[in-house]
């Protein structure tokens, strides 16, 4: 998001105040009542206060404790109310925190109490907030629930909505951020609170979701069993169905934009059919998305449903069985006028440019206004002000209509509100993980001006660690507007496991793995992985550690020891020889501009040996030993959102492989490599979001002498299920003893399938894949065909599974461009290490 044009007020921030620091206390002298409490406050209706109540208001509040909680978090409460440790006390305060916390929902009584402490000589006030809590719904049972589910009927009475996002502004106003209320909510669900009220309330709602069914005269019981020692409720609704309905006449009224046909598809509902809520729900939705966006704005449609009348069911032409219920549906439209924008302007701007709000908004003028480019504008603007401290910024649209009602101009009325900066950041949930682990990477720190971008990439920042499941990030008002205390909750997912497993991979055959591995080992964010994998093609030992931060600073240093041999394919013989590497690495990688950039560089030094070639081909791959010391470095610019399941935002690479030369050893060569990654979100359905991935990928060998040959296993191989899928990992694409230049491109639509909170579970793809091999710079042939030297084609689709042990990736390719006898078609099975795609 651009920020030009916006000028922040260079004010320094308000002060915020501390709280007041005691010091031990030792004596308590008297007690005052909650009715005294309440007298002490001044009053249109008390005459006189008594002068020994009335010396409260003066006194300094040393202690606040609360009392009677059970199943409510003690933060929570004192979140709310306004009374402050280190204020003086005030008894008006004092009695709105009560009308507050009564407010919330769950208690059924609140009080306030009151004594006094002496320290030092001095007196100072203890506070005591006294709550009575309803009991807390531990188990619903519903009984006799068939046309509706009883999921249904749970979430009727709760809506999941409710207990997952409330973006209602009702938690914010009562000041406590909207995911923290959610744990004081009261309705009829497992873990809420009781309320009678609510329960008829609840009651209603089901009996309407059985009518949206068509369904009537049903009869609902609830039984109720209290255990009063533990402040929990069970709950047992019974239920006795009643018929169910078929409609016979659907009714259209207001309608006039459109003909009577179009709206009719639209609402999908017909004559004859049985009563489908779902359906009518969907077309009411069609209906008006379909009225907006073709500039309705103030668009209604009201629907409802009857028993037909005798002559309704007179006249249709069909047999209404005795056990169904004959309906008529009716739709009532308020269309509205057509809104063609004439125009818009801003009002209220101080920070910003009426340039730069029209380049926010980004609306065409003389053209149909629809609702969502509206609001999209209307967002835009607003996070626009979040992003710059303006955390309350609000936005009122004015509509002044043409006289002839031809068209409107819109007036976006801007209300800034202050700027806010913030005080306190807290990290909540955490078990294991170190406070300081979590802070490191919130890129807002105390003091700091209110940021929302920084806010989002700071939670990103988060799920990037690798071992959090959930982060909601929110705030708290504080006694001082001009401040807000920032919350982050968080919660940890298995940071550490050990895992065992077996399958079988196109390149290894069949493979078993034991691995031993930990996201967060003590704590603090550091990777730990011990791991060994087994099979007729291959044996592996690893052993790596890496740690985020390094002396307290944003650079990752990553420790590896490694003994891999394997069997490896060879033109068409799926083992024409075996290598044995085996060695150690060391990498820094310090990170820039808010992780941003990375700039890192390392050295290696392995022992790599080719052994068993078979005769055919002793004379392309000569057995050897020989000393691999090679200095690496690497640059990367990303601004991906979530680098273990990317939705958006892009990542370049370019590294640089230094192998002998100035560094030494056997093998003398240099191997530049870039790499480009995008992924865009082309749709989002709930959580569901269907990703492009775009992934291109170039490189060269260029040896350090000419007489000096690069070994076979460090040249590039084109074809298998990390390149150009349809085709075999060598033999297919570019020269058979592999090639000194290469180029990939791997185009793939990913459509998750299972999600675990952010984390996708089994995602499908579809691919197209394209790339060539050469034996060098001056031979790279951009043009498709079935020469070796040419590009080559694959296209098919695959499978992704994310399991607990590693993840799993299942592909078919089909060549477009294979020469005549080879295969068509090639089935890839891989596990672990799975590359990005």
Known sequence: ?????????????????????????????????????????????????????????????????????????????????????????????????????????????????????????????????????????????????????????????????????????AGHDQGLPDHRLGELRVEIDEGAFFDEAKLAEALSKIREKYEEKAVFDSQIAVERKLDESLGRINLTFKIIEGKKAKIVKVILGGFTGYPEKKIRRLVKIKEKKAFDAKK?????????????????????????????????????????????????????????????????????????????????????????????????????????????????????????????????????????????????????????????????????????????KKLYKSTDKIYNLGFIEEVRPDYEPTPNPGYVDLIFDVK??????????????????????????????????????????????????????????????????????????????????????????????????????EDKWIVGAGYSLQQDEIYDVLPAYQDQIPASLARRSAINTRATYDTRDFKWDPKRGMAHTLSMEFVGGPAGGDVHFVKPTITHAFHFPLLTLGKHTFVLSDIVRWGMLQPYYRDRLVPVSDRFYVGGAETVRGYTYTGQIGPIQGGKAYGVNNIELKVPLLMEGRFTIIQFAVFVDAGGSWGGAKEVNLNFGRADNNLKAGVGFGLRFKTPAFPVRLDWGWGLHHAQGEAVNQFYFTIGGVPEM
């Open 1 to 169: 998001m651009t920020s030009a044009g916006f000028d922040a007020e260079q004010t320094a921030p308000p002060p915020f105040l501390p709280g007041f620091l005691s010091a031990p206390t030792t004596t308590q002298d008297v007690f005052l009542s909650a009715e005294a409490v309440a007298k002490a406050a001044p009053s249109s209706v008390a005459a006189s206060t008594p002068p020994e109540i009335f010396s409260l208001d003066n006194l300094l509040i040393q202690e606040i404790k609360i009392q009677g909680l059970r199943n409510v978090k003690e933060s929570l409460i004192r979140s709310q109310i306004k009374v402050r440790k280190g204020d003086v006390f005030n008894s008006v305060e004092a009695r709105g925190d009560l009308k507050r916390l009564m407010g919330l929902g769950p208690f059924s009584s609140a009080d306030v109490a009151a004594s006094t402490v002496s320290i030092g000589g001095k007196t100072y006030l203890a506070v005591v907030f006294l709550l009575s809590e309803k009991p807390k719904i531990k188990k619903i049972v519903i009984e006799g629930a068939r046309v509706v589910s009883k999921g249904t009927i749970k979430d009727v009475m709760a809506p999941a909505s409710s207990r997952e996002d409330r973006s209602g502004h």
């Open 280 to 452: 009518i729900k969907e077309g009411l939705a069609k209906l008006s998305e379909f009225y907006k966006e073709d500039g309705w704005l103030d668009f209604e449609v009201k629907f409802a449903s009857r028993p037909a009348t005798q002559e309704e069911i007179s006249r249709v032409k069909f047999k209404i069985k005795p056990a169904k219920v004959p309906m008529t549906l009716s739709y009532d439209a308020v269309e509205g006028k057509r809104h063609y924008l004439t125009g818009y302007s801003f009002r209220g701007q101080q920070t910003t440019t009426e340039e730069e709000l029209r380049k926010l908004a980004g609306l065409s003028v003389n053209a149909v206004l629809k609702d969502s480019k509206l609001r999209e504008s209307q967002g835009a603007i607003l996070d626009a002000y979040r992003n710059r401290g303006h955390l309350f910024a609000s936005i009122n649209i004015e509509k002044n209509w043409l006289p002839d009602n031809s068209g409107v101009e819109l007036v976006f009325n801007i209300d800034e509100r202050h700027l806010v900066y913030i005080a306190n950041i807290y990290v909540e949930g955490l078990m294991k993980t170190k406070d300081y682990v979590i802070k490191r990477e919130i890129l807002l720190k105390e003091g700091d001006l209110f940021s929302s």
């Open 492 to 593: 940890e997912g298995k940071p550490g496991m050990l895992t065992a497993g077996a399958g079988f991979s196109s390149i290894d055959g069949v493979v078993g793995q034991v691995s031993l591995q930990h996201l967060n080992l003590l704590g603090r964010a550091q990777h730990a992985n011990l791991s060994t994998e087994f099979g007729k093609r291959r044996q592996s030992y690893d052993l790596s550690w890496t740690t985020p931060w390094t002396f307290d600073r944003r650079m990752s240093t990553t420790l590896s020891l490694f003994n891999t041999s394997r069997s490896l394919q060879y033109a068409s013989d799926t083992t024409g020889f075996k290598r044995r590497s085996k060695g150690g690495s060391v990498f820094f990688a310090p990170r820039f501009e």
